[in-house]
C-alpha cells in the first residue's frame, strides 16, 4: 500500500441498507477525515479525527458515524442509507490537522442510494 | 456563516497564463490551500499561503491577502494536461478547511 486506499471504488445500495466504507492510510498521518463531494458543492466535512481513538463531528455528521480504533483506518458507516446520501466520498489524511499540512486524498468511493 | 467564492468555469487558451479567484469570508483564518482535480480522480495539493504575498513553485504561483479576504492561483505556459478543476480551501478557526465549489478550467488548443 503507497498512500491511501478506499473501498469500495464504488455501490450501488438499497435505501434502508447499512454500509461501511472503507479507509486505510500507511503514511503514519495522525489526522484522518471523511467528506463527501457534491456536483456544484464544495468537498464537506462529514467526521474527522485528529489522532488514534478520537474522533470530531464535521459540517454534514448526521447519518454517520465513523470509528477510529488505530492510526491505519478510518471506516465510515452509513447505519440507515437514504438517497441523499448519494455521493462520492473522499478519505484524507494529513500528519497533523494544523499548520500547513497539506491533506492527501484517496481515490474516492463513488457511492448510489437508490 | 462561512463561505468560499470561485468562478464556477474558465476558458484559456495553451500557452497563456490564466489567474483563478478565491475570496473568502470564514471564522478565523489559518491558511489557504489550492487543490487540483482532474475528473473523476482525487484531489491533489498545489500550494500553501498563509501569510500575505506571492508564492511561487514553477509553473504555478499563489498570492495571498488576508485584509482582502482574497487569494488567486497565477497559472503560466498553459498545457492541455492543466484541463482540470481548481478548489480554493480556508482553514478556519477550528482548524477545519472550508473548500469552494471550484473552478473548472478548460485548456484550448
Known amino acids: 500500500i503507497a498512500g491511501i486506499t478506499q473501498a469500495p471504488t464504488s455501490q450501488i445500495l438499497a435505501a434502508g441498507r447499512r454500509m461501511t466504507l472503507r479507509c486505510t492510510q500507511d503514511?503514519?498521518?495522525?489526522?484522518m477525515y471523511w467528506y463527501r463531494q457534491d456536483l456544484g458543492l464544495g468537498l464537506r466535512l462529514i467526521h474527522y479525527s485528529n489522532t488514534a481513538g478520537t474522533t470530531g463531528k464535521g459540517e454534514v455528521p448526521d447519518g454517520y458515524s465513523v470509528s477510529r480504533a488505530n492510526t491505519d483506518d478510518f471506516p465510515l458507516t452509513l447505519a440507515s442509507a437514504v438517497p441523499s446520501q448519494t455521493s462520492v466520498y473522499f478519505c484524507?489524511?494529513?500528519?497533523?490537522?494544523?499548520?500547513?499540512?497539506?491533506?492527501?486524498f484517496g481515490p474516492g468511493t463513488r457511492l448510489t442510494v437508490t | 456563516g462561512q463561505n468560499i467564492d470561485q468562478p464556477t468555469e474558465m476558458t484559456a487558451t495553451e500557452g497563456a497564463i490564466v489567474q483563478i479567484n478565491c475570496t473568502y469570508q470564514t471564522s478565523g483564518f489559518n491558511g489557504l490551500f489550492w487543490y487540483q482535480q482532474h475528473a473523476g480522480e482525487a484531489p491533489t495539493f498545489l500550494s500553501y499561503?498563509?501569510l500575505d504575498g506571492l508564492e511561487e513553485k514553477g509553473r504555478f504561483s499563489s498570492f495571498l491577502s488576508r485584509s482582502k479576504g482574497y487569494s488567486y492561483l497565477l497559472l503560466k505556459e498553459l498545457q492541455m494536461k492543466d484541463s482540470a478543476s481548481y478548489l480554493c480551501a480556508v482553514r478556519d478557526s477550528n482548524y477545519q478547511l472550508i473548500w469552494g465549489a471550484g473552478t473548472k478550467l478548460i485548456i484550448k488548443p
Open positions: 499561503n498563509v
Open positions: 503514511m503514519r498521518h495522525n489526522a
Open positions: 484524507a489524511s494529513s500528519k497533523t490537522g494544523t499548520g500547513g499540512d497539506e491533506q492527501y
